[in-house]
């Protein structure tokens, strides 16, 4: 008697562990140490608009703090940076500044500090306190060793910035945070499932 074949089934199984087996490596690579993140804050933030002693700049000076937490030396793309003010409608850009790439030894701690010419800001009809944001985009690497250098880290991160009425932070030392680590859990959750689908062609 002849049996069926099983060909189909066998072939897709052929084709399936390979790939599947494929997809882990890639993720598990992801998943690997790269830079470690640098603890960015807003040290000063102030609206010379809202200032007693001056009512006619649109300028805002601000001081960003950038501390690196690894223990090898960390190197950064640009610093782009883009403000916006935050009304209780909308939200929209006001300014940004751009930083050259730069060197920080390990544990090492860097300002940047700058000012932003407003634009498009309604100052009379403004409440107080007043909310402004503001979002970094730049690129983090390690000096594993000397001659050389871990992932490029892209690095997406921001804050809310509340000033007063004298036009001065409320909330001193802003930090800058991310959401990237829901990206790390969800690609483990990924890891785990495809585990167990080489498991089952694996065994069944």
């Known amino acids: 008697m002849i049996k069926p074949a099983n060909g189909c089934c066998g072939g897709g199984m052929a084709v399936s562990l ?7 490596l890639r993720l598990l690579h992801g998943l690997q140490p790269s830079a470690a993140l640098p603890y960015i804050t807003i040290e000063e933030f102030t609206v010379s608009v809202l200032k007693e002693t001056t009512n006619s700049s649109n300028i805002i000076h601000f001081d960003l703090k950038l501390r690196n937490l690894d223990t090898e030396p960390s190197y950064y793309d640009a610093l782009n940076l883009t403000f916006y003010y935050k009304s209780n409608l ?3 850009p006001i300014g940004n500044a751009t930083f050259s790439p730069f060197y920080q030894r390990e544990f090492g701690r860097a300002h940047r500090v700058g000012n932003i010419e407003v634009r498009g800001v309604n100052w009379e009809n403004a409440t107080i306190p007043m909310t402004f944001k503001v979002v970094l985009a730049t690129a983090v690497r390690s000096e594993v060793k000397i001659y050389w250098k871990s992932r490029r880290y892209y690095y997406l991160v921001g804050a809310d ?3 007063n009425d004298q036009g001065t ?3 001193k ?10 990206n790390i859990l969800g690609r483990f959750e990924l890891v785990v499932i495809l585990f167990g689908i080489l498991f089952f062609l694996l065994y069944s």
Do not use: H, W
Request: hydrophobic share 55%; charged share 15%.
């Open 161 to 163: 910035l509340k000033v």
């Open 90 to 92: 909308s939200s929209f």
């Open 173 to 182: 030392s802003v930090e800058l945070t991310s959401r990237a680590g829901r």
């Open 169 to 171: 932070l409320i909330n």
């Open 18 to 24: 390979p790939l599947v087996a494929a997809i882990l």
